[in-house]
């Protein structure tokens, strides 16, 4: 199984997206705690339901939750589809890819599927690098 350059870039960005989103939802959090404490002493605070930006924040946990998820069930496909992984690595790789989550399939994705030339009989010296 070999993945076009434009599947490899989709799938390194909804790779990438899991690692980043803790930082946006810290930011995006402390925006809103700032921006509630900040209120004129005439506003009132308490409303219905929750404000929007918790909506939005809830709503990005689903999608990366839901992401993660995906990726999990593409990277274990993959990974018995292909040729890349030594076929006595696989069983090891789906246990890392499982329990290392989404730091594991960044590793994953660096050295079996980002690079585009892939010798057939690489031994460990042949691999290409990381970059």
Not at 87 to 99: E, G, S, T
Request: net charge positive; aromatic share 12%; glycine share 8%.
């Amino acid at each position: 199984m070999d993945l076009g350059k434009p599947a490899k870039i989709i799938l390194g960005g909804l790779t990438i997206w899991p690692l980043v989103y803790p930082f946006i939802c810290v930011v995006l959090f402390f925006t809103l705690v700032v921006g509630s404490l900040q209120l004129q002493p005439n506003q009132n605070p308490v409303t219905s339901g929750l404000p929007a930006g918790m909506l939005v924040i809830f709503a990005l946990h689903l999608l990366t939750a839901f992401i993660a998820i995906g990726l999990l069930v593409v990277y274990l496909l993959y990974l018995y589809h292909t040729e890349r992984v030594p076929a006595d690595k696989k069983a090891l790789w789906a246990v890392v890819l499982f329990l290392g989550s989404v730091l594991a399939m960044a590793v994953f994705f660096c050295i079996y599927i980002w690079p585009s030339e892939w010798p057939r009989d690489a031994g460990p010296e042949r691999r290409p690098a990381l970059g």
